[in-house]
Structure formats: C-alpha cells, structure tokens
C-alpha cells in the first residue's frame, strides 16, 4: 500500500465520521428545537403549536423551529430542486457533497443511488434558512433558486406528515375516492 493510498484511506475515514457527526448535529439540533417549542408552549400555557403564532417579525430561528415541527422527514438527507438550463427539465434529487468533483462523482453515466461515493448532505438550520429565503444564505455568490423537499419516510418507516397532490384531468375523481377520515 503506497503512502498516498494510506492517505486516501484515512481521509475518507475522516470524512464518514465528519458526516456522522453532521446528521448526528442536525438530529441534536431538531430535538433542542422541538423541546425549546415544548418550553415555551408549558411556560405561556399552550397546549397546541397553533396557538404561538410566528409573523414575518418573528426572529429567524422562530421561523425554522416552525418549519421543522410542520415539515419533518428523514434529517440525514434531503432534495434539492434542480432545472436543467439545456433541456428545461425539472425535478428534485438528494443533495450530494461530492457532486460534479472530478474524478469522484461520475454523473450521468452512473447514476447518485448507485454511486458508492455519495456523501449526502443533512439537514440543517441553514439550509432550511436557505429554503425559506429562497437563496443558498451560506454563498455570497450564489443567485440560484433555493428549493428544498423532504423525504417523509423516516429510517423507523414511519412519517410525521402526508402530502397528496392531486392534479391533471382528473384530480376530481381522484379527490372523490380518496378516504375522508385518516386517522
């Protein structure tokens, strides 16, 4: 094994407990958030998250604890909105750390759920900032839209919220069977 291997080896060893410690901070995070929410809601005698309102005043950490209580899903990763400028398609995919480096990522002949390189990207404080605002806040640069999603599944395969989206023709229909009471 050359030295320069060695090396290689150790960094990416380096890099897999950094990611770690990254999804371990966002999980840390959320939960800090969601029990600061339950604080403030026993100390203003609230029982419901509806009854603390958030207004556009609202300091910034008060607007992502209250998107992350609405809008919770997996936090080890998440999509981003991507538009292809040549081929004006659209869609959202998981954000990568290591996407597009040369010599690592090898998008589009393999692609990102087959690639052994990922390094997904948790989510964070900023990046929900991000979505919020609509820009990347971490780059003075970066003028490209800012779209997040979610990935309801959690890793226990459950889900904290269900999203349905009916559309085309016939969303009428659709809407009609859809069951009236879930509980």
């Not at 005043?57 to 919770?72: A, C």
Request: aromatic residues 8%; proline residues 3%.
């Amino acid at each position: 094994m050359t030295e320069t291997t060695r090396i290689d080896q150790e960094i990416a060893i380096a890099e897999s407990e950094l990611e770690d410690l990254e999804v371990k901070r966002a999980e840390t995070l959320a939960k800090i958030s969601s029990l600061k929410a339950k604080r403030s809601q026993l100390i203003h005698g609230n029982t419901s998250s509806g009854e603390h309102s958030v207004t556009s005043l609202s300091p910034r950490q008060e607007k992502i604890r209250l998107f992350r209580s609405l809008f919770r899903g997996r936090e080890d990763v998440f999509p981003r909105r991507f538009e292809s400028k040549k081929t004006g398609k659209s869609g959202y995919q998981p954000v990568c750390r290591k996407e597009w480096i040369r010599g690592i990522c090898r998008k589009p002949k393999i692609k990102c759920h087959d690639c052994e390189s990922r390094d997904f990207v948790p989510v964070t404080d900023e990046v929900i900032e991000s979505h919020l605002v609509g820009r990347d806040v971490t780059s003075k640069r970066s003028k490209r839209d800012y779209t997040i999603g979610v990935y309801l599944l959690l890793q226990d395969e459950t889900c904290w919220f269900l999203a349905v989206d009916f559309d085309k023709e016939e969303w009428i229909d659709d809407v009609a069977v859809y069951p009236k009471n879930r509980d």
